[in-house]
DNA sequence: TAAAGGTTTCAGAAATTTTTGAAATAGAAA
DNA sequence: TTTCTATTTCAAAAATTTCTGAAACCTTTA
């Protein structure tokens, strides 16, 4: 296979695993050219790679810089930006899990905290959704605590104490 | 607070989860119904408490159905079809797991393995495509054997290990 | 067999998300 | 200061996803 069409295999495989995961096609795109680019990359040749706008390119690589999976690298006598991916991939799902723990677990407990207030005892409905909500709570903290867990872990750490438990 | 407002505030959250994790809104909004129903549902009980129309409701149920998050219970003398959500947490997430392995890692994989083919040392491009290519799919083989060893594990087995890790 | 009661389908409408492109902004160099 | 190059913003357009509602399609019962 010549690298080109594999470079757009993965460009385009990567961009569909994103959107089944509520990202955006062209910002997973972006972090995927960047993860198999050797060099760090301006916004033009991201344009030019991917055929996008300059606005899309910009607001997708902000983004990108936001969860901490793409750093500004900038060089001496260029105005222009350049831009690299995190390449280790432990460190990537890291920061993933680092950032989405934070906007989508937190406030669900926190809506949760507020609901339990609620008094089981008035009619069916109301313990029904009492105890949901416990038990919810209960696991979502247990996964909260797991992840943190993971996020501390090493990735050496990690590997290591899955495959001892699979065998 | 009452019931009814805990209620309309836990399947708005739960939609919203949904949301940004690649689940549209009323699927899980309908599962979230589901959850905290003391009895199993009918498509017009679903209709008339999430204000939709009886061909959403349908395309939903089958597709949580499709998920295996929630089970058909016929009643005796009743031609109508009634609806329930698993409950348990554990199960929810692990049939989850298992249903995302399935459509997005598993493909991933496939598309890596073909575009692991390529020739690295044509160019430094080429090089780095090899290399990423390589990375991810290691990374994705270990992830898709921790995650069939989660799925294997009983509940208890899971939370016990894990708090044990976190001491 | 026909009617009644319920489920499924799907084309078009509506809502939502993403992208464009041009204008505004920023800031370095002349 | 002015010019030049690059980045950022954002309203409107385009694309995509989701929802509706009515017709088609079962199944059961009379």
Known sequence: MEWQEGKEKFLQAWGTLGTSWGINRTMAQIHALMMISPHALSADEVMEELQISRGNVNMNIRALMDWGLVYKELRAGDRREYFVAEKDMWKVVRQIIVNRKKK????????????????????????????????????????????????????????????????
């Open 104 to 167: 989508e677990l937190e406030p669900i407990l926190k809506v949760l905290d507020e609901i339990s207030g609620i008094d089981g005892t008035v009619n069916e409905e109301a313990e029904a959704l009492a105890k949901a909500v416990n038990d919810i709570k209960l696991f979502s903290s247990k996964a909260d605590a797991t992840l943190d867990m993971l996020v501390k872990a090493d990735s050496n750490w990690f590997v290591g104490t899955f495959m001892k438990m699979i065998k």
